[in-house]
């Protein structure tokens, strides 16, 4: 026994075991192929399988695109350790899942590979979705579980995917997805389907906490660019570009069922809790530029608002959340909102709104309780005034109402102003523009969406301006 002993502590490792780092190419090989920079594996099916079990935590498997011949047509693609999957600098290959292919996704990671880092590469497709971060986490049957958490998503481009292009669902929490482009969700929905009919987000999140999103640009998305909600609580979305959405730009909260909702962290079934919104440049959008809906805490500063709300909502809008009309859900309207500092110039859409709806009895759905929290921001309606209204019961302005009728009934945006106003062709301020220091400082805003500093006394909107950008403004 004593010589047994010894031998084990022979063969034990001595000192950290260090990360592997695994290639693969579509000019390699899984056959004769050994993962190495000189003789890359073929598919990424192959390095990642459970049976061969080539990677272990911590590794990186680098994904190689030689020149015309990049794209990886893979589906169920799947971390489920700590990985990273890259494309070496100055790459960047592209998986791609055909979204016929039905009940997939391109690439899933597993709650067992949180601390994962998705870099620099091109995902598409999927039945389902292009980026899929799964859970295990159930409100009854396994409340002590998670989702893939503390992911980085970064550098990449997510598009053409056949729902959402990336999802993320309840428990995946701290995820970052910073300076990625993301297009073209919605893509197994016929032409003309109306938005209300898909489901279809840049990025859906339900119940993840703490997720940031930032310096990304989300565009032409069959449904909302991004929405977090669920009791989704500390979201950051700042310093992105969303633009042409089929539904709404931003959404803090939505209208989600009562079985992905925490009930013991949030047992009031708020959709969204302390989101934050800044220094975001939103436009041409169908629904809400930034909407609300059982938002608690909630701070929306220092964005830029254009021609939002062309079919439905208003640019700044509370809605209400049915959640399934099921009994045990509690359905509340938001509360404590902050609206500060932004710009919103619309062209027809109107300008704030407020909803109340008689769906439940007897009391009805409210949008918001109490004020709405909005001051130091500058409206314009392109060619003629802001509309504003509040549906709720006892409201002036149940039909609508001007400016003056707006800050009468909500006793709001005393220091607001409905104005011209003239921004550069890219959302940024002008010189001499009187959004220029009008603002009021914020402790959570400290920069801009070009994530330059703000000064003292900061600029109205998602810019704030600078010498070298008026430059740079001057010849755009």
């Known amino acids: 026994m004593k010589f047994a002993r010894i031998c084990l502590l022979a063969l034990a490792p001595l000192g950290p075991v260090h990360a592997a780092e695994w290639f693969v190419s579509t000019l390699g090989s899984d056959s004769t192929g050994s993962g190495s920079a000189a003789m890359p594996f073929r598919t990424l099916g192959h390095v990642l399988s459970p049976a061969l079990a080539l990677t272990h935590p911590g590794d990186v498997i680098n994904l190689r695109a030689p020149a015309g011949n990049a794209i990886y047509n893979e589906c169920e693609v799947r971390l489920r350790m700590p990985l990273t999957l890259r494309s070496p600098a100055g790459e960047r290959a592209h998986i791609h899942c055909d979204i016929n292919a039905v009940d997939t996704v391109t690439v ?7 601390g994962s880092r998705i870099s620099n590469l091109e995902l598409s497709g999927g039945y389902y979705y292009a980026l899929f971060l799964q859970t295990d986490w159930d409100s009854s049957g396994n409340p002590g579980g998670s989702g893939a958490s503390n992911i980085v998503i970064e550098d990449c481009l997510i598009h053409d995917s056949g729902r959402d292009a990336i999802k993320i669902t309840p428990k995946s929490n701290d995820v970052t997805i910073r300076r990625c482009e993301i297009r073209d969700s919605g893509r197994r929905y016929p032409p003309g389907t109306p938005a209300e009919d898909k489901n279809a987000e840049g990025i859906d999140n339900v119940n993840g906490s703490r997720m940031k999103v930032q310096d990304s640009h989300i565009h032409d998305t069959a449904t909302t660019g991004v929405y977090f909600k669920g009791g989704a609580s500390d979201v950051v979305i700042e310093r992105n570009v969303i633009e042409r959405t089929g539904a709404a730009g931003i959404l803090v909260g ?3 069922s009562p079985e ?4 013991i962290a949030n047992p009031q079934y708020y959709e969204a809790i302390r989101g934050i919104v800044r220094n975001n440049i939103v436009s041409d959008t169908a629904w809400a530029g930034i909407g609300l809906y059982a938002a608690q805490d909630a701070l929306i500063a220092n964005n830029t608002l254009s021609r939002t709300a062309n079919s439905f909502h208003a640019a700044i809008y509370f809605g209400v959340t049915l959640q399934d009309y099921d009994p045990i859900a509690g359905r509340p309207a938001s509360v404590n909102p902050r609206i ?4 919103i ?3 027809g859409g109107d300008c704030i709104g407020i909803r109340w709806a008689d769906e439940i009895e007897p009391t009805g759905l409210y949008g918001l309780l109490g004020n709405p929290g909005s001051n130091f921001n500058r409206f314009e309606n392109i060619g003629g005034t802001c509309n504003f209204f509040d549906t709720r019961p006892g409201s002036a302005i149940d039909d609508g109402g001007n400016f003056t009728a707006w800050k009468a009934a909500e006793s709001s945006d005393a220091a607001s102003l409905e104005m011209p ?19 009021t400082p914020l402790a959570e805003v400290t920069d801009d ?5 703000r000064s003292a006394a900061p600029d109205i909107g998602a810019d704030e301006l600078d010498l070298a950008q008026l430059f740079r403004n001057g010849f755009e």
């Open 340 to 343: 500060l500092n932004n710009v």
């Open 421 to 439: 106003i003239v921004l550069a062709t890219n959302g940024h301020l002008l010189a001499g523009s009187p959004l220029i220091d009008a603002g």
């Open 345 to 347: 110039r619309q062209d």
């Open 254 to 256: 939505f209208d989600t």
């Open 108 to 114: 899933q990671i597993d709650p067992e590979a949180s």
């Open 449 to 453: 969406v070009d994530a330059e500093a």
């Open 260 to 263: 992905y909702f925490d009930t």
